[in-house]
């Protein structure tokens, strides 16, 4: 009972610990157990506070937080928008010169968006590190022939992150929706080996530092994990698998 307790909730110290604290608030609240609002309006609050202790009502709550934040960021983004081009027709255009020869062919940003097929990730311990190394002709090249590394960056939210490797040619884009727990954007981020052009992205685990079955929340409950006999050639086949599959 312990462990399928622990499976879902944290470890069995955290466990017994938030156990003996709803024991001792309800010892202590007893005597005001007559006063009816007042008295469970504090086992609610108690409740709450304890079921904070849990890593995965934790991850929940930030994760939550985390969206309602992006949400309102896009909100205020998109007043910004509408007022700056409402203050752009406002005013009159400015007459252009006329230029004699012909303009060099422009690419759009959607034009250059590529998305990533060849990725893998690894569960480290503390983080989960996912690799992605470009095609050779994706990579740009020196004069000798040699690879010149791409840039890399990361959106990374606490459930989710969208890793971008730019060169001359494109923007390669792998987004990553709904991860099996939540992870720390402030201690995660990018690296790339300048010889090979490979890209590694570390989401660093948050609150919960347990083993992940895969990289993307399938929706199970954690309990039914639990019955499932995975062998040690199942639990390899998460990074070295499938190439661009989550497993």
Request: net charge neutral.
């Amino acid at each position: 009972m312990m462990q399928r307790l622990s499976a879902s909730l944290g470890t069995d110290a955290e466990v017994l610990k938030c156990f003996l604290m709803l024991a001792c608030a309800v010892a202590m609240m007893w005597p005001q157990r007559h006063n009816g609002l007042l008295y469970w309006s504090m086992r609610g609050a108690f409740t709450l506070a304890v079921a904070l202790c849990f890593p995965r009502c934790r991850a929940a709550a930030a994760a939550a937080a985390a969206r309602g934040m992006a949400t309102l960021r896009l909100v205020c983004g998109n007043a910004e928008g509408i007022n700056g081009r409402a203050a752009g027709r406002a005013q009159a255009p400015a007459p252009v010169a006329a230029s004699v020869g012909t303009a060099a062919p422009t690419t759009s940003r959607v034009e250059r968006h590529r998305q990533i097929d060849s990725w893998r990730w690894e569960d480290t311990g503390d983080a989960i590190c996912v690799t992605a190394q470009l095609p050779p002709l994706g990579l740009d090249h020196n004069d000798e022939g040699n690879i010149i590394a791409p840039t890399a960056t990361a959106r990374i939210m606490p459930q989710d992150f969208t890793l971008t490797i730019s060169t001359s040619k494109a923007d390669h884009v792998l987004e990553v929706k709904k991860l099996f727990n939540a992870v720390d954007p402030r201690t995660s981020g990018t690296s790339v080996d300048e010889s090979s052009g490979l890209v590694t992205l570390r989401l660093a685990k948050w609150f919960d530092s347990s083993t992940w079955k895969t990289l993307v929340d399938e929706g199970k409950h954690p309990l039914a994990s639990m019955d499932m006999d995975l062998d040690a050639d199942t639990s390899k086949s998460n990074f070295a698998g499938v190439v661009g599959k989550d497993e």
